[in-house]
C-alpha cells in the first residue's frame, strides 16, 4: 500500500481526555472534539514534511475512514494535519 499525491494514511489514535479540572472524558466526548491524534502509517509521494511513524494531530471534519486489510485506517491531506508531536 502507497498512498498517492498528498495524501496520508493514519491509525486513529483512542486516548483519554482530562480536563484541568481532573474530569476525565468518555470516548463519546472526545468523539466531539474536532481535532483527532493518530500514527501516519503512510505519507504519500508528494508528502516530504511528514513521514511513517509520526504522531499527529488532525483535523477529523476533513478526514475519510476506509477499511485496508481488516484495519480500520483515516485518509487525510497533508494539509488537515495541524500538529506533529
Given amino acids: 500500500m502507497k498512498a498517492i499525491g498528498k495524501n496520508i494514511v493514519i491509525k486513529s489514535i ?3 481526555v482530562k480536563t484541568s479540572s481532573g ?5 463519546e466526548d472526545t468523539n466531539q472534539l474536532r481535532y483527532k491524534r493518530g500514527i501516519v502509517m503512510n505519507s504519500g509521494t508528494e508528502v516530504h514534511a511528514i513521514k511513517a511513524g ?3 494531530y488532525y483535523d477529523k471534519a476533513n478526514s475519510y475512514m476506509m ?3 481488516d484495519d480500520h485506517c483515516v485518509i487525510i491531506q497533508e494539509r488537515d494535519v495541524v500538529l506533529v508531536l
Fill in 23 to 27: 474530569l476525565v472524558l468518555s470516548g
Fill in 14 to 16: 483512542e486516548e483519554e
Fill in 67 to 69: 477499511i485496508i486489510n
Fill in 54 to 56: 509520526d504522531e499527529v
